[in-house]
């Protein structure tokens, strides 16, 4: 794995993470808004690295 994939596992993770202290604090619309940014944030790595890759 290089660096690149690291950060964008770890932003991924840090949103999940976001995510779930917004729902158990009692603001479960802002924790759903949240928690849609983790497959957002893998899919535009993931495309990332395939123009990146060529």
């Known amino acids: 794995m290089k660096r690149s ?3 964008i596992l770890g ?3 840090l949103s ?3 995510s779930i202290s ?3 604090s009692g603001q479960q619309q802002e924790g759903l808004y949240v928690g849609i940014w983790v ?3 893998l ?5 990332i690295k395939q ?3 060529k």
Request: net charge neutral; no cysteine.
């Open 16 to 18: 999940f993470l976001f």
């Open 11 to 13: 932003a991924a993770f």
């Open 22 to 24: 917004l729902w158990f």
């Open 43 to 47: 899919a535009a790595g993931a495309y």
């Open 5 to 7: 994939d690291y950060f």
């Open 51 to 53: 123009i990146f890759r």
């Open 39 to 41: 497959p957002s944030i």
